[in-house]
Structures are given as structure tokens and as C-alpha cells.
């Protein structure tokens, strides 16, 4: 059984906590019961850009569905029956072994406030979703002139 320790992110991502807590606590789930597919990598790739990865080999675009919905991100896979060459269903071939997983899946993930999907691919089995946080200006710090008690326009005598 595997931990993993989500501390450095938590350093380097400011409000973006709650992710982290969902990821964190779908690594506890999944140890438990055993369920990692399909596996996935969360990068943080620039000041306010992150990157989902997933493995999805063997879907093809068609299969694949990205959802966002307020701050809930959802992945979900769904795969055909395929037909091999005969025409027959691919349901009924005769596997020696089955090593590549060929079923549907859902992964949620709890996005933190402002965080935006910006783009999806699909590349060699790999689904990217590169999601960037985009503060509205008006919840932006804003610096805040000091000024002294004295009046600078008057002059004594």
C-alpha cells in the first residue's frame, strides 16, 4: 500500500487547496478499494496553469467525455463493443490473458474557485486537460496609497 504526501503542493498552490484535499482523499479511497483506473498525473506547470494527465489507451475521442460544471470537473469513458474483421462482436473473442482494461470509467475532481478548463487533447493514449485559474480582477489584491496625517499643501507662516 502506497501514500503519498501532497505537501509540496499544497505550498505551491494558493487556493488551491481544495483540489489537493479531493486528490488527496481519492488516493486514500482508491488504495482501500483498489480501483486507480485509469491512472493520472496533476502538474502544476506554471504560476497559475495545471495539467491533468490520464491514461485512456485504447479510447478513441468519440469514447471520451469532459464535463465542467461549477467546480466539479468530470471524466468519463465509455467504450463500444467492437467488431473484429469477421463481423462477429469483439465480446466474443477468447483472451489467453487481458492485460489492457477495455471498461468505462468516471473520475471527478473538485476544482478550486476560478479555475477554468482551457483545452483537452488526446495524444498517444494520453488525455491532457490543461486547466488555468483566472482570478476576475475585482478579487485581485489592490495596493493601497498610506498617507500621512499632515496636510503637504500647507504651509506654515
Do not use: C, W
Request: net charge negative; no cysteine.
Amino acid at each position: 500500500m502506497r501514500t503519498f504526501d501532497f505537501t509540496p503542493l499544497y505550498r505551491s498552490a494558493i487556493g488551491f487547496d481544495r483540489l489537493a484535499d479531493l486528490v488527496e482523499a481519492a488516493a486514500s479511497a482508491s488504495a482501500q478499494n483498489g480501483n486507480g483506473y485509469p491512472p493520472y498525473n496533476i502538474e502544476l506547470i506554471g504560476d497559475d496553469k495545471y495539467r491533468i494527465t490520464l491514461a485512456v489507451a485504447g479510447f478513441k475521442e468519440e469514447e471520451l467525455d469532459i464535463t465542467s460544471h461549477e467546480n466539479t470537473l468530470i471524466v468519463t469513458g465509455s467504450k463500444t463493443p467492437e467488431e473484429t474483421s469477421e463481423g462477429e462482436k469483439a465480446d466474443s473473442r477468447k483472451f489467453l490473458y487481458q492485460g489492457i482494461a477495455e471498461r468505462g470509467f468516471e473520475r471527478r475532481y473538485q476544482l478550486a474557485d476560478h479555475v477554468k478548463v482551457q483545452s483537452a487533447s488526446l495524444e498517444n493514449g494520453l488525455l491532457h486537460i490543461d486547466l488555468v485559474r483566472e482570478v476576475p480582477e475585482e478579487l485581485k489584491p489592490k495596493k493601497i496609497a498610506i498617507h500621512s496625517g499632515r496636510n503637504p499643501e500647507l504651509i506654515e507662516g
